[in-house]
């Protein structure tokens, strides 16, 4: 195990619009980056399930157990999640997470924080510090914020996934002939205006449709917030 990702995001929506796009197993893939499918095990209390993430040349599969509790149509409430894979291919092993929703005046506050083992043996506990477990933070925040505008504004997840492809293309075109200037015609003037459309490509920002990681919390606000829920260990292990 190591460092717990965490991730915090604000949502101005309903608890109830909210849990309905986490619960459900055909809501949660179209938002969450980490996720092809989930396929629940009918009847299964807690929730068994499968689930797959494609890649070009492989889909990876594992299987979890998962289990929400509400307090209320006001109140706070949790889910809990143990998830395991045998597939050698996986960059991430045995682990376990939760959620919590907590509402405030504004809306609700929408937290994860999970652990897992490395895969891939020796080199993936040597490139998970440094590489795989920023990267799953990262596509955790970024798939957070698309379910903020999901949850708010209406906007589809592949709405939201289109817009930021366009707005990462436009950035990633604008610094490519940036550097295309400064190297045809490497002049003084050249260089600072090549200079300024890189920095300004990085700086400018995204349109209000486009998901951002950067609008998430990474690290916890207090020991609360990143202390998983009493039920976490009490969930039974995926078969």
Same mark, same amino acid.
């Given at each position: 195990?190591?460092?717990?990702?965490?991730?915090?995001?604000?949502?101005?929506?309903?608890?109830?619009?909210?849990?309905?796009? *986490?619960?459900?197993?055909?809501?949660?893939?179209?938002?969450?980056?980490?996720?092809?499918?989930?396929?629940?095990?009918?009847?299964?209390?807690?929730?068994?399930?499968?689930?797959?993430?494609?890649?070009?040349?492989?889909?990876?599969?594992?299987?979890?157990?998962?289990?929400? *509790?509400? *307090?209320?149509?006001?109140?706070?409430?949790?889910?809990?999640?143990?998830? *395991?894979?045998?597939?050698?291919?996986?960059?991430?092993?045995?682990?376990?997470?939760?959620?919590?929703?907590?509402?405030?005046?504004?809306?609700?506050?929408?937290?994860?924080?999970?652990?897992?083992?490395?895969?891939?043996?020796?080199?993936?506990?040597?490139?998970?510090?440094?590489?795989?477990?920023?990267?799953?933070?990262?596509?955790?925040?970024?798939?957070?914020?698309?379910?903020?505008?999901?949850?708010?504004?209406?906007?589809?997840?592949?709405?939201?996934?289109?817009?930021?492809?366009?707005?990462?293309?436009?950035?990633?075109?604008?610094?490519?002939?940036?550097?295309?200037?400064?190297?045809?015609?490497?002049?003084?003037?050249?260089?600072?205006?090549?200079?300024?459309?890189?920095?300004?490509?990085?700086?400018?920002?995204?349109? #209000?449709?486009?998901?951002?990681?950067?609008?998430?919390?990474?690290?916890?606000?207090?020991?609360?917030? #990143?202390?998983?829920?009493?039920?976490?260990?009490?969930?039974?292990?995926?078969?």
């Amino acid at each position: 195990m190591g460092k717990q990702v965490y991730v915090e995001i604000p949502v101005r929506a309903p608890l109830e619009r909210l849990w309905e796009l *986490t619960q459900d197993p055909s809501s949660h893939p179209r938002w969450d980056l980490r996720f092809t499918a989930i396929i629940p095990a009918p009847g299964t209390v807690p929730q068994q399930f499968r689930y797959e993430f494609k890649l070009p040349v492989h889909t990876i599969h594992g299987t979890g157990t998962s289990l929400g *509790t509400r *307090t209320g149509d006001q109140g706070q409430a949790t889910s809990v999640l143990k998830f *395991t894979t045998r597939d050698v291919l996986s960059p991430i092993g045995p682990g376990a997470g939760y959620w919590r929703y907590i509402p405030g005046p504004d809306g609700i506050r929408f937290i994860t924080g999970y652990d897992y083992s490395p895969g891939w043996g020796r080199l993936g506990r040597w490139l998970d510090g440094p590489l795989i477990r920023p990267a799953l933070g990262w596509a955790t925040a970024w798939s957070f914020d698309r379910l903020r505008l999901w949850a708010e504004d209406g906007i589809l997840p592949e709405r939201a996934r289109r817009a930021w492809l366009v707005d990462a293309g436009l950035r990633a075109a604008a610094a490519a002939g940036a550097l295309y200037l400064l190297f045809r015609y490497p002049r003084a003037g050249t260089a600072f205006a090549a200079v300024a459309a890189v920095a300004c490509a990085g700086m400018l920002p995204a349109g #209000s449709s486009v998901p951002r990681a950067a609008h998430c919390r990474r690290q916890p606000p207090d020991r609360h917030s #990143s202390r998983p829920p009493a039920s976490l260990a009490a969930l039974p292990e995926p078969a």
